[in-house]
């Protein structure tokens, strides 16, 4: 299995997994995906109010004494559910296939990141509408953001090396808070579709979607982006 080398010589370009945990027994994870599984589906058919403890220990079918011991309460099990998804995308673009994945060239990737980031975000607005109301400026300290942040400047490096890599990717990243997403398809009203289509534009306006240069279509033939197998 390929995975990206991080950039060790580049300050905050660091690539922290969010929420690593030490390893589980195989029951203990099985019971573990069981629950988040339910939880997860809760929220999608019936939104984050109706998720209670015992609600999630009736649709995974396990106890919820086993429920509580393992989450404590449901804003852990909420954070469990953001955490899960995050993994996913973060599997995705540090070793996943193309167009995300490092066999892709980086103005491909970051194109594909940006757009599985909107997606990601609109998917979960409401509960990440929820951590952002709580603590605005959290975001930027939990190790999700970190890892975009390091991700998004180290392709930035790549297509535009004379770019400020490490003020453009906060800035390449602000507006993908449940709070902007909200208003763009809630306020005007736009598709996740036309939301995609403005993102190509707004790389393409600040000269990172690699057309006239050639890295759209070249290798990655750094360190950085480099695959090796695991």
Same mark, same amino acid.
Do not use: W
């Given at each position: %299995? @390929?995975?990206?080398?991080?950039?060790?010589? @580049?300050?905050?370009?660091?690539?922290?997994?969010? *929420?690593? =945990? +030490?390893?589980?027994?195989?029951?203990?994870?099985?019971?573990?995906?069981?629950?988040?599984?339910?939880? =997860?589906? &809760?929220?999608?058919?019936? *939104?984050?109010?109706?998720?209670? %403890?015992?609600?999630?220990?009736?649709?995974?079918? !396990?106890?919820?004494?086993?429920?509580?011991?393992? #989450?404590?309460?449901?804003?852990?099990?909420?954070?469990?559910?953001?955490?899960?998804?995050?993994?996913?995308?973060?599997?995705? #673009?540090? @070793?996943?296939?193309? +167009?995300?994945?490092? $066999?892709?060239?980086?103005?491909?990737?970051?194109?594909? #990141?940006?757009?599985?980031?909107? $997606?990601?975000?609109?998917?979960?607005?409401?509960?990440?509408?929820?951590?952002?109301?709580?603590?605005?400026?959290?975001?930027?300290?939990?190790?999700?953001? &970190?890892?975009?942040?390091?991700?998004?400047? %180290?392709? &930035?490096?790549?297509?535009?090396?004379?770019?400020?890599?490490?003020?453009?990717?906060?800035?390449?990243?602000?507006? #993908?808070?449940?709070?902007?997403?909200?208003?763009?398809?809630? *306020?005007? *009203?736009?598709?996740?579709?036309? !939301?995609?289509? @403005? &993102?190509?534009?707004?790389?393409?306006?600040?000269?990172?979607?690699?057309?006239?240069?050639?890295?759209?279509? =070249?290798?990655?033939?750094?360190?950085?982006?480099?695959?090796?197998?695991?």
């Amino acid at each position: %299995m @390929s995975r990206e080398i991080p950039a060790p010589a @580049s300050p905050g370009l660091g690539l922290p997994l969010a *929420g690593e =945990a +030490p390893p589980e027994r195989a029951d203990a994870a099985r019971n573990r995906r069981k629950i988040v599984c339910a939880a =997860a589906r &809760i929220v999608r058919e019936q *939104g984050p109010d109706a998720l209670t %403890m015992n609600a999630v220990a009736h649709a995974s079918g !396990i106890g919820v004494g086993t429920v509580y011991r393992r #989450f404590g309460d449901v804003g852990q099990l909420l954070v469990a559910l953001l955490d899960e998804r995050e993994r996913q995308l973060q599997e995705a #673009f540090l @070793s996943g296939p193309p +167009p995300l994945g490092p $066999d892709a060239p980086p103005a491909v990737r970051l194109r594909a #990141f940006l757009h599985a980031l909107a $997606d990601r975000v609109l998917e979960q607005r409401e509960l990440m509408y929820a951590a952002e109301a709580a603590s605005p400026e959290g975001r930027y300290r939990g190790a999700p953001y &970190i890892t975009q942040h390091a991700h998004t400047a %180290m392709l &930035i490096k790549h297509i535009k090396p004379e770019a400020d890599a490490v003020v453009l990717a906060d800035l390449l990243l602000a507006p #993908f808070v449940p709070s902007m997403l909200c208003h763009l398809t809630q *306020g005007r *009203g736009a598709t996740p579709e036309r !939301i995609r289509a @403005s &993102i190509d534009e707004l790389l393409g306006m600040s000269g990172l979607d690699g057309a006239g240069d050639g890295r759209a279509d =070249a290798d990655t033939p750094t360190e950085q982006s480099r695959t090796e197998e695991g």
